[in-house]
């Protein structure tokens, strides 16, 4: 089999956190923190080459470079885990499967050994996607990590342009962690649940109704028979087949499956029958109510990726140019199909197109859209709650420190607690939300901030205080809200939710450029540009400051001014593709305060 194939695919930001809430630890989880992609190890070329680590761990995101190893190749496999705490702990790029110092864990190698695997290492990505995911085991959290997923093989009997590999067998790995030894061990690898024919690149993950165990749904090829399993402390079994809505068709290497953030919708797209929805028991476990979304734009020549918004409301559909998005809350959802974004045809280096490939819904509650090609950019939908063009899609929203290609890891909801008062709520687990938000500076006016709330486990309260007394609003009985404060200074926004189980609070401290009694020395601020070796664009990001009245100067070489740029914003992008090839060196002021200087390398 031919390996060229390649398959479609000043501030201190947050000085401290406290959590003062009633909430059981087993609660606290940020299982889906950390993202890993990219992949090689030369970090001497032009874009580099490397691993990034995107870490959502405080709602805002912050890259991390790694370029010294022999690492992964995040391609189209892509899927990780942290845990409680949101500290890496297990990934996997369909051919091993790395811990948190990106080392293989023991018996972590060959990874869905086979055919594929045989002719796609170490030169290519492994061919598959949407199919890999990490679960705590239940019952065993803490010390047991669970990877479902497909090992593809060569379609040998049919036309490889409609489908050029099938998933004949669904499989199980588990890793352990020993606390003493501080290590991972994998204790099986590759083990078959069931063999079949299955749709490959649909496989979707919801918590049971108990909150602790986990539905698995995958489906057979050309028919419309759902595979129903349940994940518990015992182990996985298959719970009931269900042969529900319109079968899919062979182009099945376009689309993908997932559940709403709720679980109480099961979503899918494929050519046969493009949007198709379902309702969802997570106590029966049962499908029921199905309903399609056929749209005019879909051709079978195009790949096609769904997302969903956090609070279950919007649905997002991408193919390589355009993205809808879809209101689930409407009465006529096909009538709601709006578009959100368009892609105006920008190449990376003249020949790599950054269209649209595979959308995931991050811990920020941001959904992040990758590349159609290998590139440094992902896309952006800032508030996907929203509706409209009001979700604010940002095109190459962020910059990568190194080249990524493929796809985003596509993680369940593991937040998701049990449905309080229903038959299968047997757990004691109740519902006590815990709150957690995110915040963010308006690009024009660096006293006012907006909130974006990422609290889980069903409040229904929420009580905001900004700690700042002179302001005439200093609290908001809103989910997500914005706030201007009165002047520069430190400031303790806390946000507390409730419902009838309980509540839990959450302050952050921030301190908006320098004023009168802050010791601006006492904290070194950090401002950093990614990449540092630029082509075209750079992203600057101050990762403990928020900026007041802050410039960018670049000089060049000969210490020429070359550009003096307003910053209004926390992360921004700077766009040097007009100047020539050379090193050149930046500086930040805010007002007469240096907050930090380095260089970068322009190329051609």
């Known amino acids: 089999m031919a390996k060229k194939f390649i398959h479609r695919s000043i ?57 010294e190893k022999n690492l992964p190749r995040m391609g189209f496999t892509n899927s990780s885990i942290s845990d409680k705490s949101g500290i890496l702990k297990y990934f996997t ?38 199919n890999h995911y990490f679960l705590p085991y239940p019952g065993n959290e803490n010390n047991s990590t669970i990877l479902l997923h497909f090992t593809p093989d060569y379609n040998y009997n049919h036309d490889f342009s409609k489908r050029y590999s099938y998933a004949p067998t669904f499989k199980m790995t588990r890793i352990d962690f020993d606390s ?25 993950c919801t918590k049971h109704a108990n909150g602790r165990d986990w539905w698995i749904i995958i489906e057979d090829y050309l028919t419309n028979n759902h595979k129903i399993f349940m994940l518990d402390p015992s182990g996985i079994r298959l719970f009931r087949n269900q042969k529900i809505g319109m079968a899919g068709d062979e182009y099945m290497w376009t689309g993908n499956s997932l559940f709403s953030p709720d679980g109480k919708l099961f979503i899918k797209y494929l050519t046969a ?79 790599f197109p950054t269209s649209f ?49 493929g796809s985003p890891p596509i993680q369940p909801n593991y937040n998701l607690g049990p449905v309080d008062g229903c038959p299968c709520d047997t757990l004691g687990m109740d519902n006590i939300p815990v709150a957690d938000f995110s915040y963010a500076q308006d690009s024009f006016n660096f006293y006012k901030f907006s909130f974006r709330d990422l609290s889980y486990q069903e409040p229904n309260e929420w009580h905001w205080n900004f700690g700042d007394a002179e302001s005439k609003s200093p609290e908001s009985a809103n989910s997500s809200t914005a706030h201007v404060f009165s002047k520069t200074g430190v400031y303790a926004v806390c946000l507390n939710v409730r419902n009838d189980k309980g509540e839990s609070t959450l302050c952050k401290e921030v301190q908006i450029g320098y004023s009168n009694g802050v010791d ?24 403990n400051y928020l900026p007041q ?40 002021f805010d007002a007469s305060h240096k907050l930090g200087s380095g260089k970068l390398i322009k190329v051609d």
């Not at 930001?13 to 030369?42: E, H, P, R």
């Not at 709650?385 to 604010?392: D, I, M, P, R, Y």
């Open 11 to 67: 501030i201190k930001a947050v000085v401290f956190t406290s959590i003062l809430s009633f909430v059981s630890s087993s609660y606290s989880q940020k299982y889906n923190a950390i993202w890993v992609l990219g992949y090689g190890l030369d970090s001497t070329r032009v874009p580099r080459f490397g691993v990034t680590e995107l870490n959502f761990m405080d709602g805002n995101l912050k890259m991390k470079y790694i370029g």
């Open 93 to 130: 790029d369909g051919f091993r499967l790395f811990d948190n110092k990106e080392e293989i864990i023991y018996n972590g190698d060959s990874l869905n050994f086979g055919a594929i695997w045989k002719d796609y290492y170490p030169d290519l990505f492994y061919p598959t996607s949407n």
């Open 180 to 204: 003493l030894a501080q290590t991972s061990k994998v204790i099986y690898k590759d083990s078959i649940i069931v063999k079949g024919d299955f749709n490959e690149f649909h496989m979707s």
């Open 273 to 351: 029958y493009h949007i198709q929805l379902f309702d969802f028991d997570r106590c029966s476990g049962l499908l029921s109510n199905p309903r399609f979304i056929e749209t005019n734009y879909l051709t079978r020549n195009d790949f096609y990726h769904l997302a969903i918004s956090p609070n279950n409301r919007f649905l997002y559909l991408c193919n390589d140019r355009l993205i809808w998005q879809y209101d689930l809350f409407s009465g006529n959802i096909k009538n709601s199909e709006t578009v959100i974004g368009v892609w105006d045809g920008y190449l990376f280096k003249d020949k």
């Open 357 to 405: 490939f595979q959308m995931s819904l991050a811990a920020d509650g941001k959904i992040y859209i990758s590349c159609r090609s290998g590139t440094i950019y992902m896309h952006v939908i800032h508030k996907p709650n929203e509706k409209g063009s009001s979700c604010q899609f940002q095109l190459r929203g962020i910059v990568l420190p190194a080249y990524m290609f």
């Open 520 to 543: 601006s020395s006492s904290k070194e601020i950090e401002v950093s540009i990614s990449p540092n070796i630029v082509e075209k664009e750079f992203s600057l990001v101050f990762k």
């Open 549 to 588: 009245d802050t410039y960018l100067i670049l000089n060049d070489n000969l210490g020429k001014l070359i550009i003096k740029s307003r910053v209004k914003i926390r992360d921004n992008i700077f766009d040097i593709s007009h100047l020539n090839s050379g090193v050149y060196y930046f500086s930040c």
